[in-house]
């Protein structure tokens, strides 16, 4: 293979990786929203299989009824262990806000503690520091007030029309399942006599040790760890124990931060306070989080992906900048689609 040649395959593969890159853009942006209530729907089907297959064989229930009984189950179940954890949540974010100024002039007065050891260690001027934190902080309320408040307000007139698409995409969303469920085996059938069989099986295959592995190891974890750091909070007598462990597991999701930044300062400070008991609870609850996550991560997703945390953290990035809020998950699994199509083992 000549240099000119070598050069050739090395450009025609970047323009095929960037191609690709637009591709998936687009499928994100613009395709991927018409077909949520469709993947849920497979997402579904694929949950309560195992159930219709034992009532239609051992019951003789036709599938359609036997997934309409799973699907009624399955709901019932997921949606008042939802509902329980949303009221409570809701409970400890309404008394937070009830307490709000109480917990602004505590964080003021540590600040001030703070920023009056700054003045004295580097000689400035008593209270030049506070008053530039305050400044700074004026500064982003009234960036807030003047520029998100009234986005918020414009965008609170949709949410009446947002409810009932809502309600009309759950509705679709249920009906697909069922038929999912009732002509399962004749999809697969069709799927796999497609033309395009080979090379969306192949890509797929891929993606399935990827893509979907990242994604079901980074929910496994999310969980755990919101478990963990609640519970942790509960035996601390925290009244804002899920919605704090909520916050730390989103947290621990980013590379590099991970749990600590949170825990470790609040257990320093614990420990300074004479609060031996809790700084211990604290240090506990942080190394089970990274045991969660240095011990199951590795197990999960193994080395198929083959990324290194700065990648991901690039990832995750873009596709928060280009997706808002999904491109947390988004832009990661972006990135390796967009690896699958093009060979990348």
Partial sequence: MTKYTFLQEKYVRCYKILGTGVVVYFLFKKILPLFVPFLIAWALAGLVAPMVRFL???????QAIGGCISLFFCISLLGTGIVWLVRLLMEQVTA???????YEQ????YAQTICGYC???????????YTMLENGISRVSVSVQEE????????????????????????????????????????KE?????????????????????GVAYLKTQGILFLLVTACCSIGLFFIKNQYALLLGLLIAVLDAFPVFGSGIFLIPWALFSLISGEILQAAILITTYVCCLLIREVLEPKL???????????????????????????FLLGPFGLILILAVNGRE
């Fill in 96 to 102: 937070f806000a009830t307490n709000y100024e109480m």
């Fill in 56 to 62: 239609h064989k051992r019951l003789r229930i036709p």
């Fill in 301 to 327: 997703l193994g080395d198929k992906i083959g990324l290194k945390p700065i990648v991901m953290l690039m990832a995750i990035y873009v596709g928060l900048q280009l997706f808002g809020g999904f491109g």
């Fill in 190 to 210: 069709w799927y796999r006599k497609s033309v395009f069989y080979e090379e969306v099986h192949h890509i797929m295959e891929r993606l399935s040790k990827t």
């Fill in 106 to 109: 505590m964080v003021a007065g």
């Fill in 119 to 129: 003045d004295r260690t580097f000689r400035a001027k008593e209270g030049s520091t």
């Fill in 148 to 187: 998100i408040l009234p986005v918020l307000t414009k965008k609170s007139f949709k949410v009446a029309a947002t409810f009932f698409t809502g309600m009309a995409g759950v509705a679709v969303t249920l009906i697909a399942a069922i038929l999912w469920i009732k002509d399962r085996d004749e999809y």
